[in-house]
């Protein structure tokens, strides 16, 4: 079945880019109607939507991030990726990425998530 | 943004116990509502999707009901392995935002 996997560096120094990617594996990140989505997790806080990205490309953003992230795919590494600029300390979180059970519906499948710390 | 609003935002309750988790939309999100059950350093996992349609392999003591602005989940009898956090999601309009959830605890 398929899984998916977080990887990057667990700490970020403030005011540099925070970059993730997620390994999809046991399918084709271009096989069916999915939207590939990136979720964070403050400690100790709620769960928020940060973006998807389709396997044509086409991204959408949360407007509160978007104007220091880009979410992308490769399609041919079969994963999708993740990157955040000018990071500060509230960027600190759990990142998950997620699939949805079909575009634009609930998350049925997330990657075991991965810490990343903003902090010099 | 569609605000979702979680209450309570703390319930103890007794295993056996018919527990009631309620959420609200800021504006109609027609059934497009999700519920996830976070465990502490675990992953979070879907437990209803469309209002009230059961996630495949999540035991049948949980139901989901409502439309348009107020949304339940209900365990009819709580076992031990349901407590948690529960999170509301709305996927009506983009962006998905989530509620503040609702954390099960033993009372």
């Known amino acids: 079945q398929v899984q998916l996997q977080e990887s990057g560096p667990g700490l970020v120094k403030p005011s540099e880019t925070l970059s993730l990617t997620c390994s999809v594996s046991?399918?084709?990140?271009?096989?069916?109607?999915?939207?590939w989505t990136w979720i964070r997790q403050p400690p100790g806080k709620g769960l928020e939507w940060v973006g998807y990205?389709?396997?044509?490309?086409?991204?959408y953003y949360n407007p509160s991030l978007k104007s220091r992230l880009t979410i992308s795919v490769d399609t041919s590494k079969n994963q999708f990726s993740l990157e955040l600029s000018s990071v500060t300390a509230a960027d600190t979180a759990v990142y998950y990425c997620?699939?949805?059970?079909?575009?634009?519906?609930?998350?049925?499948?997330w990657g075991q998530g991965t810490m990343v710390t903003v902090s010099s | 943004d569609i605000q979702m609003t979680q209450s309570p935002s703390t319930l103890s309750v007794s295993v056996g116990d018919r527990v009631t988790l309620t959420c609200r939309a800021s504006?109609?999100?027609?059934?497009?509502l999700a519920w996830y059950q976070q465990k502490p350093g675990k992953v979070p996992k879907l437990v209803m999707y469309?209002?009230?349609n059961l996630e495949s392999g999540v035991p049948s003591r949980f139901s989901g009901s409502g439309s348009g602005t107020e949304f339940t989940l209900t365990i009819s009898s709580l076992q031990p392995d349901d407590f948690a956090t529960y999170y509301c999601?709305?996927?009506?309009?983009?962006?998905?935002?989530f509620g503040q959830g609702t954390k099960v605890e033993i009372k």
């Open positions: 997620a699939r949805d059970k079909t575009r634009g519906d609930a998350f049925d499948l």
């Open positions: 046991g399918g084709s990140i271009t096989s069916g109607s999915y939207f």
């Open positions: 990205t389709y396997h044509t490309g086409s991204a």
């Open positions: 504006q109609s999100i027609g059934r497009w």
């Open positions: 469309k209002a009230s």
């Open positions: 999601q709305q996927y009506q309009t983009n962006p998905w935002t």
